[in-house]
Each structure stands twice: as C-alpha cells, then as structure tokens.
C-alpha cells in the first residue's frame, strides 16, 4: 500500500480512538426525587396464598455412609484409544477417498474418516 493511502487511514483511526478515551463522571447521580419515577396500575386480581406446615414431611436425618469409589480409567489405556481413532480416521479417509468422483468423492472420504474413527475407538 503507498504512503499516500495510509496516512489518512492512520489519522482516522487516531481521531477515532481519542472517542473511547473519555473520563468516567466524577459524581455519580443522586438518589433523589429527579431520580424517581412512579408507576400506577390497576390491580386485577388478588390470589391468597395459604402456607399448611402441618402437612409437610418431617425433616430427613442426615448421616455420613462410606460409598466405595471406582478407579479412574488408565491414562495409557486412554491414550491408546485416542491414537488408534486417529489412525482409523486417516485410514477410513484415504480408503473412502478412493471411490467417486467429485462431491460423491468428498462424501465418500468424510464417510470413510467417520467410518474409521469409530472402527479404530472401538
């Protein structure tokens, strides 16, 4: 780009900035009755609400109970699996990219990648 296209692109961006660059107010507003607004509606209708303790249930005892936990998956374990998906996609996406043409050859690439993918997780 020339020079004679980037100055003023550069003076633009700088008058704009100093738009964003503004103090916040010192004071903020007073609560006070130029602050105030009031509202005013019709009541409709009034539904009483009746609280019945007498029929709730007791309240539950809490205790502490021991609750045996699993051990986490192996990592390794886990690892293995990510890279045998990995390896099934690109297989499954070369294998599907040798059949059609045009977009039924993308469909059929994508088709053999998630075909693989899924081969290789399991």
């Known amino acids: 780009m020339s020079l004679l296209r980037i100055l003023p692109l550069l003076f633009a961006a700088s008058l704009s900035a100093q738009a964003f660059a ?9 609560a006070g009755e130029e602050n105030s607004h009031y509202g ?3 009541v409709l209708r009034v539904d009483p609400v009746y609280a019945d303790d007498a ?5 539950q005892p ?7 936990v699993t051990a986490p998956a192996d990592a390794q374990a886990q690892n293995k699996r990510g890279i045998f ?3 099934g996609a690109l297989v499954g996406g070369i294998l599907g990219n040798q059949f059609g043409k045009g977009k039924g050859r993308a469909a ?8 693989g993918g899924v081969t290789g997780n399991n």
Request: charged share 10%; aromatic share 6%; with cysteine.
């Open 55 to 59: 029929a709730s249930p007791p309240p």
């Open 40 to 42: 005013w509606a019709d």
């Open 85 to 87: 998906t990995t390896i």
């Open 22 to 30: 503004q103090a916040p107010p010192a004071i903020p507003a007073a």
């Open 108 to 115: 059929a690439t994508v088709a053999g990648a998630v075909a």
């Open 62 to 68: 809490c205790y502490e109970e021991q609750v045996p």
